[in-house]
């Protein structure tokens, strides 16, 4: 079935910096692949996601882009804020629901 | 938009006693699914439903039971609760099912504690 790897953090960045989180998946056929962010004290919300291959999701600055010749789905930041602390999960539909990854928690700090 | 509530956010139960969740949403949407949370195992699937009167088991169902009985509505029960069932809880919705790029929403967790 469906499955999906993270790279388990925590990490923890400076402000400004770059930020890189793996996610590779296996999968039956080419499913949509999503990012899903929990800010602390909240639920999941959708951060971003694509479609087919070569699909690059973006939004609040975060992009990671659909690479079918190497399933991966890599998030990435190119300047970090303090606000963008939270744990961020890789995900990708199994059935009639979703496969999370076991999330990364992202620590940056002033 | 209230989008998807639970309540209680935090409960502390004994073992052996019973409790129940309550999933409210406010989009209309025909799937709700209930999720616990434990550390370094991301969200597992409890129990879900494709519309109102239907469930379905997920992945970890044991010891839990849910009903459907208002589309809007979708309860999680804990008929005699174990220390192994202190996690995080979250409820979620979708308009469909969650193939190609259909969103779920969800609640902000319920952390129970079973001591």
């Known amino acids: 079935g469906n499955s999906v790897t993270q790279m388990e953090g925590p990490v923890t960045l400076s402000e400004e910096a770059f930020l890189t989180i793996n996610c590779t998946y296996t999968?039956?056929?080419?499913?949509?692949l999503f990012w899903y962010v929990q800010y602390p004290g909240e639920g999941l919300q959708l951060l971003l996601k694509a479609t087919k291959a070569d699909d690059k999701g973006s939004n609040k600055g975060f992009e990671a882009t659909y690479r079918k010749e190497t399933t991966s789905f890599h998030l990435e930041k190119g300047s970090v804020q303090v606000s963008d602390s939270a744990v961020y999960f890789c995900a990708l539909p199994y059935g009639q629901n979703f496969v999370f990854g076991p999330g990364t928690r992202l620590s940056v700090l002033p | 938009n209230a989008g998807v509530t639970q309540t209680p956010k935090f409960r502390v139960l004994k073992t052996g006693q019973s409790m129940t969740l309550l999933c409210a949403q406010d989009?209309?949407?025909?799937?709700m699914y209930w999720y616990r949370q434990d550390p370094g195992m991301g969200l597992r699937l409890i129990h879900y439903?494709?519309?109102?009167?239907?469930?379905a088991k997920g992945e970890v169902p044991d010891g839990y039971n849910v009903s459907r009985l208002k589309k809007q509505n979708f309860l999680l029960g804990l008929e005699s609760a174990a220390p192994s069932q202190t996690s995080v809880y979250f409820c979620?919705?979708?308009?469909?099912?969650?193939?190609?790029?259909?969103?779920?929403?969800f609640g902000q967790g319920t952390r129970l504690t079973v001591v």
């Open positions: 439903s494709v519309g109102e009167g239907t469930t």
């Open positions: 979620a919705s979708s308009w469909g099912p969650l193939v190609r790029d259909t969103e779920a929403f």
């Open positions: 989009m209309n949407h025909e799937y």
């Open positions: 999968a039956t056929g080419y499913p949509s």
